[in-house]
């Protein structure tokens, strides 16, 4: 069951949002996002937000991190942080999807509601799905990628080889 329902974004719209976003920060026309160095710099563009690095043992196993909509907080567990300064594009994907619902729910002020009913909720509806779209959408930009091959997906836009498969599927 969704506990949130989200007013409904495409995956056209959030194509858009993560162009617009990347044309802001002068990267529209580069492959790799540099996240890492983008979650450090956040909180100079959004004076409300902070972030930390949590120890493994304060999440569950399948958490690897949580964004605080109320509190303006994003939580990153130290595995995956220190894999993404690595360059591991799993991780990278992961710091990538908790600034996404940072950036839809307190930057772009996407409404959420409570799924009390315990509707059936369709994607776009579906908070995780939006984040995870749009996450995709700004480290494996539609309008650079087509018509490549997947491999230099993987290695140019340091992603893992699901997320490069899954975005490519979705881009005609
Ligand atoms: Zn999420």
Redesign the pocket.
């Known amino acids: 069951m969704v506990p949130y329902i989200s007013q409904p974004l495409s995956r056209h719209n959030l194509r858009n949002y993560a162009f617009q976003l990347r044309k802001l920060l002068h990267m529209e026309n580069q492959l790799y996002f540099p996240v890492m160095e983008f979650l450090e710099v956040l909180p100079d563009i959004f004076p409300q937000l902070s972030w930390e690095i949590v120890e493994d043992t304060e999440f569950s196993q399948y958490v690897h991190?949580e964004?605080d909509i109320l509190n303006h907080y994003i939580k990153i567990r130290q595995s995956v942080y220190d894999g993404a300064c690595e360059g591991n594009g799993r991780d990278r994907m992961t710091v990538m999807?908790?600034i996404a619902?940072y950036l839809l729910l307190c930057v772009n002020g996407v409404k959420l509601q409570r799924n009390f009913d315990k509707q059936v909720v369709k994607a776009y509806c579906d908070?995780?799905w939006q984040?995870?779209c749009l996450a995709g959408e700004i480290m494996i930009p539609a309008h650079l990628v087509a018509g490549m091959d997947l491999f230099d997906v993987i290695e140019k836009c340091g992603v893992s080889w699901d997320a490069a498969a899954y975005q490519m599927r979705h881009i005609s």
């Open positions: 991190g964004t999807h908790e619902h908070p995780e984040a995870k």
